[in-house]
């Protein structure tokens, strides 16, 4: 049996890419399960309910396991005992991360704009038959993953898949659907500013320290005036606890690609020149990936 496993904090790439590597992996005749490592959010919720598919169910550790893993390649990324699994295929669209292999392994690692784009591609190189709920999965992760094909790590190829997918998934009206999508993907009524942190938050080795930054797509940055005292308090705790070098937290309005950052830890004071008043804005920055993390990469480094 073959754990099929995304990364921490799932986003709806991660659950959806692990559902649909759990297919291919079945197609070829392996027995496979797709497994998430923590709750999904309401974006993936709202997914699953357009494919009519069940959630992965939980698991955070494959220590002598066979596995897969999809959208990420960092060890901070997977479950705990992830070094003591036996990694046997990687399904990716990030930088190489640090996980070492003992055996030969199957690496699909493509610089496009999300995972299900790559397992879209073996789905018809491997000539596998896609079904309506598969399609639904892969269109819906890569519509959420380039935020409606305006984020600067979409590509060509994910544009393509879309095309092909939105007709094996039965979307007429692709407009209203990304529109229902980003809907699902803002919606932070009722969450505190922990859970808020938590959501999408990922973890970065950087000069032998650790950091960690976070990022909660808006579609506008009032949602959250009310809680930006609290937010960075949850992200102080959070270095006080985990002896982090720096928390940050992205605050992105997806529709005007602006950013405001949140920061807090040992780190800050080199953040403080790019700072208003105390305000970090970023414009025209909307992914972490390809803008967020390689602008912190250079003023930390
Ligand atoms: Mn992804």
């Keep these: 049996m073959i754990l099929v496993v995304g990364h921490k904090n799932p986003d709806s790439d991660s659950i959806c890419s692990a559902l649909v590597a759990t297919e291919l992996l079945k197609a070829r005749g392996l027995e496979a399960k797709a497994v998430r490592q923590g709750d999904i959010n309401r974006e ?13 169910e939980f698991c955070n550790s494959v220590a002598g396991q066979d596995v897969w893993l999809v959208d990420y390649t960092d060890l901070a990324q997977g479950p705990d005992d992830l070094e003591q699994a036996n990694i046997l295929g990687i399904v990716d669209h990030h930088r190489l991360g640090d996980v070492t292999t003992v055996n030969p392994l199957e690496a699909w690692i493509w610089p496009v704009g999300c995972t299900s784009t790559i397992l879209f591609n073996l789905f018809k190189m491997e000539n596998h038959e896609i079904t309506k709920p598969m399609a639904t999965l892969m269109i819906s992760a890569i519509l959420s993953d380039t935020v409606g094909f305006a984020s600067p790590t979409c590509t060509d190829k994910d544009k393509a898949a879309v095309a092909e997918l939105a007709v094996l998934a039965g979307i007429d009206d692709l407009d209203a659907f990304i529109k229902a999508l980003l809907i699902a993907k803002t919606d932070i009524e009722g969450l505190s500013a922990a ?11 950087f000069n032998d320290r650790q950091l960690v930054v976070g990022q909660i797509e808006l579609a ?9 005292d609290a937010l960075e308090a949850d992200l102080q705790r959070r270095c006080d606890e985990e002896g982090l070098a720096m928390a940050a937290l992205m605050l992105t309005d997806i529709t005007t690609s602006t950013t405001r950052l949140l920061f807090k830890g040992e780190w800050s004071a080199k953040l403080d ?9 970023m414009e025209n920055t909307l992914s972490r990936k390809k803008q967020g993390w390689p602008w912190l990469q250079g003023v930390l480094a």
Excluded: C, N, R, W
Excluded at 44 to 56: S, Y
Excluded at 195 to 205: C, I, S
Excluded at 220 to 228: G, K, N
Excluded at 273 to 281: C, I, P, T
């Design 273 to 281: 020149a790019h700072s208003e008043a105390g305000v970090l804005m």
């Design 195 to 205: 859970q808020l942190v938590e959501k999408d938050l990922k973890a970065y080795p």
């Design 220 to 228: 506008t940055l009032e949602q959250v005036d009310s809680m930006i």
């Design 44 to 56: 993936t919720q709202f997914i699953l309910e357009q494919a009519q598919v069940e959630q992965p």
